[in-house]
C-alpha cells in the first residue's frame, strides 16, 4: 500500500516492491538500466493520486510528463529474486518564467530510493532520478510547452533550477573526460529504429536507449582487447533533446576511457539521413561510468 504526505515544498511517498528476475544480472545484482519499471508504482500511486491523466496526452490540454533526464545508480549489492523493496519517493516542481511570468520550461522531479527490507539495517541498493518535462505531446511543433503547470499539481511551491541539477547541464558536455593515464577507445556507427522499439508516447522506448547503448561500449571495449564480462555499468545519465520515432536513422557515437579498476563511457545519438550525413546538434546522449571487475 501507497503512503502519502504532502507539504508545500515537496511531495512524498513510498511503496513496496520486489526484485524482479528482469532487473537483476546473473550475480543478482541490480542492472541500473533495468530499473525503470521499478518506479512505477510510485509515479502513478503517488503523482497518479493527484494528476491521473499525467500520462494520457488526450485529455485536458495535453499536458502530460515526458522523460527528459534521467539518472540511475546501483552500488553491487546482491538482491537476489523476490527481495523485499522499500521505495521511498520525493516530487518536486522546477519551473523557469519568462520575464512576463509565461511557463517557459517546467519539469516534476521525482527522487528515489530503493532500499532492502529483508535486512534490518535496510541499505540503500539504488537511487533513481527523474527530470520528467511538462509537454503538450501532441501540440504543433512550437505549441508543446504548456501555458501554466497543470492545476493538478499546482500545489506544488515551484523552484528553479540550480547547478547542481541534471537540468542545468547541456547535452553537449556528454562526453567522455580523459586523463593522460586512460586507455581511449572511440568508435561511431549507423543505426537506425523500427517500430517494435517504440512506445505508447511515439517515440523510441527510454530503455532501448540504454540497453543499445551498452551493448556499443561492451562492443568496443572487446574489439579493443578487453573482456565485455568485466565492465559493471552502475551509474548511468540519459539525455533526451530530440527523440527517434521508428523509421529514422541515426549516427552513433561511442567513446570510453579505462582506469586500471574504473571505466567511464558516453554515447551520443545524432539524427541521421540513412546516407551517414547527420544532424549538428546531439539528439540524445548516454553517460555510464562503473568499476572494471577482473576475475
Known amino acids: 500500500m501507497s503512503m502519502v504526505r504532502q507539504s508545500i515544498n515537496v511531495l512524498e511517498g513510498t511503496t513496496d516492491g520486489i526484485v524482479e528476475s528482469r532487473m537483476l544480472n546473473m550475480n543478482s545484482e541490480l542492472v541500473a538500466s533495468k530499473l525503470t519499471g521499478a518506479v512505477g508504482s510510485g509515479l502513478y500511486k503517488i503523482i497518479g493520486k493527484h494528476w491521473p491523466d ?28 523476490g527481495t523485499q523493496l522499500l521505495k521511498e519517493y520525493q516530487f518536486r ?11 517557459k520550461r517546467g519539469h ?20 533513481i532520478e527523474y527530470w520528467m518535462a511538462l509537454s503538450r505531446l501532441l501540440a504543433p511543433r512550437g505549441e508543446r510547452v504548456p501555458k501554466d503547470v ?21 547535452i553537449a558536455s556528454y562526453r567522455c573526460p580523459v586523463a593522460d593515464d586512460d586507455r581511449n577507445f572511440q568508435d561511431t556507427s549507423p543505426h537506425a ?9 511515439l517515440h523510441i522506448n527510454t530503455l532501448v536507449y540504454m540497453e543499445q547503448s ?39 557515437e561511442v567513446e570510453l576511457a579505462e582506469k586500471t579498476d ?24 548516454i553517460l555510464v561510468s562503473g568499476p572494471v571487475i577482473r576475475f
Open 262 to 285: 574504473r571505466f567511464q563511457g558516453a554515447v551520443r545519438f545524432y539524427h541521421a539521413d540513412g546516407k551517414g550525413d547527420r544532424s549538428e546538434r546531439i539528439s540524445t546522449a
Open 150 to 170: 497543470p492545476a493538478q499539481i499546482a500545489f506544488l511551491r515551484e523552484s528553479a533550477p540550480t547547478e547542481g541539477d541534471l537540468v542545468f547541464r547541456d
Open 193 to 201: 529504429f523500427h517500430i517494435d522499439r517504440s512506445d505508447q508516447f
Open 108 to 127: 516534476v522531479v521525482m527522487n528515489c530510493k530503493l532500499l532492502n527490507k529483508e535486512i534490518e539495517s535496510q541499505p540503500l541498493v539504488a537511487r
Open 54 to 81: 499525467c500520462y494520457d496526452p488526450r485529455q485536458g490540454d495535453g499536458t502530460v510528463l515526458l522523460n527528459h533526464i534521467l539518472k540511475f545508480e546501483t552500488f553491487g549489492e546482491i538482491c537476489p529474486e
Open 214 to 252: 551498452l551493448d556499443f561500449l561492451a562492443l568496443l571495449y572487446q574489439n579493443s582487447g578487453g573482456n565485455s564480462a568485466h565492465l559493471r555499468f552502475r551509474e548511468l545519465t540519459i539525455y533526451f533533446r530530440k527523440p527517434f520515432v521508428p523509421g529514422q536513422a541515426a549516427v552513433v
Open 93 to 103: 516542481l522546477v519551473t523557469t518564467r519568462q520575464d512576463d511570468g509565461r511557463l
